[in-house]
């Protein structure tokens, strides 16, 4: 079992209070909260050894280098990558796909299909509508019932030997449903599809391994998972990342340089273009030391109490409606009270010193599917806790009689 009390020690913002209320936050959707431990490994790196990687013969340098270079084994391990350099770094998961969909671009052709899935993020939509309008190829959309669930069959339906690509997110971030990305990877390889899996809200509930998987390309973002900000890996299968070409020139990318030709690096460094966020990726691997730590099943058991515990709450409220009630699905919670605009409640929530986001978290097509304009939703961590669920449902009622 997972001692909370113990846990909440090490974030240092849980202490803090908002608008003179001690804070609850329910965003952790958005971005998670950072533990001390990765803090001290961020202002080690800055206070000791702060400097250019992969360049340098001097100490600081090779200091910096190994200990991003350790991080990426680190980042490797933890997912399961067969080698190091199927891990590129990126700056977070949007960085990661549009990767991707650029390096499709000089692969796909008119006439090709790919396979969006309706639940996903604005950035698992957009760069592929864009590498559909350089290449000709059709966007097709998996559809999604009621309970926020992919409507399998339909998948079935629609791949065929024109499909070549597939996204899908592995949990979705504005409904919480858990998407079987082991059916949808293993049906795409049936007709010789590769399959992107956003991973940017799985990531800090569970812990996938991509050789089990099978999956061509997984993403994700190291402030979701307790890591910095602008820091996140892209894994790609090695004979993919091979084929593609990389997406921006600059430094540390290239083999030789010359005005008539110029030879790129081998994997990882092809996309790997100008010095990174060497910090970091130094405290993303720290950030899933910290996590591992802890240990992912048992934040998984922990956060599902979370969930049922908040869903039989919020239920006993008259006129309040949870999106996303799929079998399958992580601690998210996603509703509405009547008619009263999300907003409005958010407003008076942090007015009580709680965080929660409201609005259409980035997936317009989830809420146009059921005609809203958007939601409040809350998203718990394995540091929240039952008592924060009760603060929170005490405040909502009272900013529903306020609004009503
Ligand atoms: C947050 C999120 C993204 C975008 O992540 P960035 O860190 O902003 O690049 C993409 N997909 C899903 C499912 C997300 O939750």
Redesign the pocket.
Known sequence: MLDVQKIRKDFPILNRTVNGKPLVYFDN???SQTPQQVIDVIVDYYSNYNANIHRGVHSLSQEATDAYEQARLKIQNHFNAKHSHEIIYT???????NLIANGFSSILKKGDEVLVSAL?????IVPWQMLCERTGSALKVIPMNANGELVMSEYDVLLNDNTKLVFV??????LGTINPIEDIIEKAHSVGAAVLV?????CPHIKPDVQALDVDFY???A??MCGP?GV?MLYGKEEWLNKLPPYQGGGEMIAEVSFEKTTYAGLPHKFEAGTPNICGGIAFGSALDYMNAIGFDSIATYENELLDYGTSELLKIDDLKIYGTAKEKTSVISFNVGAIHPYDIGTILDKMGIAVRTGH???QPIMDFYNIPGTIRASFMFYNTKEEIDTFIVALKKAIMMLS
Do not use: F, M, R, Y
Request: with cysteine; hydrophobic share 20%.
């Open positions: 959707a958005a971005t700056s977070g998961t949007t960085h990661g796909i996903e993020h604005h950035s698992n997110n592995h949990i979705s971030n504005a956003d991973g940017a809200q799985s993403v994700c973002s402030h979701k900000t996140g978290h980035c997936a």
